[in-house]
């Protein structure tokens, strides 16, 4: 079975003591490829600088919704540097969060087109975050995103119409560990069986949201356990692991336009 973490934070300070480790148990778990998700300037450096130093790393550059007070044209004009590096294959994670507002929507919003524009310009699909928008996100994207460019609605957790409308605009879905907890996963088990096999993928974002069985034993997700995503996927799907494993590894190439080598090894 080969995997692709197709979005986590490896950059995350949680990984700094033993990374080598973390990234040898995703080999062993048959994890192939991993993409790492930038959030902001620093983010998006470290994550970057990671991708370089293994292969079957990769990076994507942008601002978080939660890092929008902080963003500026001089900002993004760093992270359009970044995205010189072949590693960089994507540009996010970028959205509206209106759930904690750690910044103010005229920011989020504004921050959002303007990376929408930058993401098109660079031809790199784009990692969307949405969490309690109202719809917002999805008028934005109706207005401004073209239906060649490609792009993942990163952890998705919305409704039937939603799910549908993403997919009639052209974007991946992404399936996290939310998958595997049979309260809070209750709805995405219903909704997991009506995605189009050729539009879905699936994530850790380590270290959080860390899926069932080990998040009895521990707190800190890591891309190995990409593999408990995607077995309860099968499940919900009443597909054969294996199968869907391969269809999914294709998806996620084909987002990302990559031909990822077999194995995760350091430069």
Request: glycine share 6%; aromatic share 8%.
């Amino acid at each position: 079975m080969k995997l692709f973490d197709s979005h986590c934070h490896l950059d995350d300070r949680a990984y700094d003591k033993d990374i080598d480790d973390v990234i040898k148990c995703a080999n062993e778990a048959g994890v192939s490829a991993i993409m790492i998700v930038g959030t902001n300037k620093d983010s998006s450096t470290k994550a970057v600088a990671l991708a370089k130093s293994y292969s079957g790393l990769y990076a994507s550059v942008g601002i978080h919704p939660h890092d929008a007070k902080d963003c500026s044209e001089q900002v993004l004009l760093y992270l359009i540097k970044l995205t010189k590096s072949k590693k960089v294959r994507a540009w996010g994670e970028i959205g509206l969060d209106f759930n904690r507002m750690y910044s103010p929507r005229k920011d989020q919003e504004k921050w959002f087109v303007r990376q929408l524009e930058i993401a098109g310009k660079l031809d790199l699909p784009v990692i969307f975050h949405e969490r309690d928008s109202k719809g917002r996100l999805l008028e934005i994207l109706k207005e401004k995103h073209c239906r060649e460019r490609k792009g993942v609605i990163h952890c998705f957790s919305g409704n039937k119409s939603e799910l549908y409308q993403y997919i009639e605009l052209g974007f991946y879905i992404g399936i996290t560990g939310i998958l595997t907890i049979k309260s809070r996963g209750a709805e995405l088990i219903k909704l997991a069986p009506l995605v189009p096999a050729d539009r879905i993928l699936v994530e850790t974002d380590a270290p959080y949201l860390t899926p069932a069985p080990e998040k009895n034993r521990t707190k800190r997700n890591e891309p190995a356990f990409v593999k408990s995503v995607l077995l309860k996927l099968a499940e919900a799907r009443k597909e054969d692991p294996e199968y869907l494993s391969d269809i999914i590894w294709k998806n996620t190439c084909k987002l990302y336009n990559l031909k990822p080598a077999h194995r995760l090894a350091q430069f």
